[in-house]
């Protein structure tokens, strides 16, 4: 699984959880240290949500 800002991946975590930082100055601020683990990536990605003032992009 990749974690992508726009195109470019900044994540990787692997089949066995193991997770590895592709661009360190691109990850959101919230994963941006050293040893991240799968665990606290999860946790991170479970707080995340639309603000109720937040519009979707129109296609």
Known sequence: MLLLLKDRPVL???E??????LDLD??????RREGITFPEF???AG????S???SLPSV
């Open 26 to 31: 691109r990850l959101p601020f919230g994963l």
């Open 47 to 50: 707080n995340r949500a639309l």
């Open 42 to 44: 999860v946790e991170w």
């Open 12 to 14: 990787k975590i692997s």
């Open 16 to 21: 066995t959880g193991s997770c590895q930082i």
């Open 52 to 54: 109720i003032g937040r």
